[in-house]
């Protein structure tokens, strides 16, 4: 209690000895981290890396400890103080009082009846004085108890706050790599565009077709030149992104080692009842609400205010969070059976390309087909393999987004 601060105090000033000004911790200022070389940067351990290094998340826990060192009865200090010395002067007061009108002869009645009076009013004022000195402690515990609930809220703001930046980072880290794939098919698409406008350029020269194919090839090539051009500017800029996540500077050269695989049976393994229970038990929107809703019913219980509807209204609102928290998380376990089930679909197609490309290997081989179509061939068949890359990626972020809704953070499926 701050009240025994107080008299220490009130004691020490007596004594004449000088107590020591509070100096609060000055907070460093976070900058950008600059890196001269190459960064890289893993799956596995980027969150770590975007906790440890982004400017946010810092600036974020810098305010929270600034919060958990702030004592709100540092304020209560001096006004216990200057009212203890009022109860002291009151008290002393009245004891001189009380003494000289026990000294009082016994025929001064006239002034005996005025030094009671005037002890009357001091001891009115003694016991306004005690009575304010109660308030005090019963405001310093109310604003304590409410410090605490700041802190917590906080916390929960802080947490969730960095939560969101980590699943950012890692959405742009898979999105990079998924660029990388769609690059790979465009320069695979374009090198069988120019292979084909080759060749359909001698049968130009032969007559065997017409100009208008020709340029219908070539139209096709300049569209996958645009867009390959765009990924590589997309690429640049989720790079630039990604490092700023983890508080690089812009500029920094990002490179990513290869993405984790989920197995189809690690996937397929979820306790959706209990992952759902654990997601909104984790839930930081669904802890908002339930904090309104505690704040509503303490400020009617407290008669700071008389309306129950706002309490009812909280109350409402907290249900369809509940709802809203549960269908996402519906949507995200949904996703996730899906990627499962296109991964399994993309290793059959590519079964089955393999199978076909055999074949026409073995015809290549026998003349029966031209080194253009066997060359075609080649790229179908890299086409089904690239396909169960993709469709893993799919599958990792599906898996991604459920563990992270299982943590709290429910982001609705697309």
């Not at 700071?304 to 369809?320: G, P, R, S, V």
Request: aromatic share 8%; hydrophobic share 35%.
């Amino acid at each position: 209690m701050k009240r025994y601060i107080a008299a220490g105090l009130t004691a020490l000033m007596l004594m004449g000895f000088c107590v020591p000004a509070y100096a609060a911790d000055a907070a460093e200022t976070d900058k950008t981290e600059t890196k001269k070389g190459p960064v890289t940067l893993s799956f596995e351990t980027l969150e770590q890396t975007v906790r440890e290094n982004n400017v946010s998340i810092k600036a974020g826990q810098s305010t929270l400890t600034g919060v958990e060192k702030t004592d709100p009865g540092d304020s209560y200090i001096t006004n216990y103080w200057n009212t203890d010395n009022e109860i002291a002067q009151y008290t002393k007061q009245i004891k001189e009082l009380d003494e000289a009108i026990a000294a009082l002869p016994e025929g001064e009645t006239a002034l005996r009846d005025t030094l009671k009076a005037q002890r009357y009013a001091l001891q009115q004022s003694l016991e306004a004085a005690q009575a304010s000195y109660d308030d005090l402690e019963d405001k310093e515990d109310d604003d304590e108890e409410q410090h605490e609930f700041t802190v917590n809220s906080t916390r929960r703001q802080t947490e969730n706050a960095a939560d969101l930046i980590c699943m950012g980072a890692e959405s742009t880290y898979i999105s990079l790599q998924s660029l990388a794939f769609s690059h790979s098919e465009r320069e695979r698409s374009l090198k069988q565009l120019e292979r084909n406008i080759e060749a359909t350029r001698v049968r130009v020269s032969l007559g065997a077709a017409g100009q208008n194919t020709l340029k219908s090839l070539q139209s096709q090539r300049e569209t996958v030149l645009a867009a390959l051009d765009t990924i590589e500017t997309q690429a640049e800029n989720l790079k630039n992104t990604l490092a700023v996540q983890c508080g690089y500077a812009i500029g920094t050269e990002i490179i990513t080692t290869a993405l984790p695989e989920v197995a189809p049976e690690q996937a397929g393994g979820v306790d959706y009842a209990a992952d759902l229970a654990e997601a909104l038990k984790n839930s930081y929107s669904i802890w908002s609400k339930e904090d309104a809703v505690r704040q509503a019913s303490d400020d009617y219980e407290n008669n700071k205010t008389n309306n129950l509807y706002a309490y009812k209204a909280a109350q409402i609102e907290l249900d369809a969070e509940k709802e809203k928290a549960t269908v996402a998380f519906r949507k995200l376990y949904k996703a996730l059976e899906e990627a499962r089930t296109m991964l399994g679909a993309a290793q059959s197609d590519w079964e089955q390309a393999q199978k076909t490309f055999h074949v026409q290997e073995t015809q290549y081989k026998r003349g029966m087909i031209s080194k253009l179509d066997y060359l075609n061939a080649q790229d179908e068949l890299e086409t089904a393999r690239e396909a169960i890359d993709s469709a893993k990626i799919d599958l990792l972020t599906a898996y991604n987004n459920y563990q992270w809704a299982k943590r709290g953070v429910i982001s609705s499926a697309s």
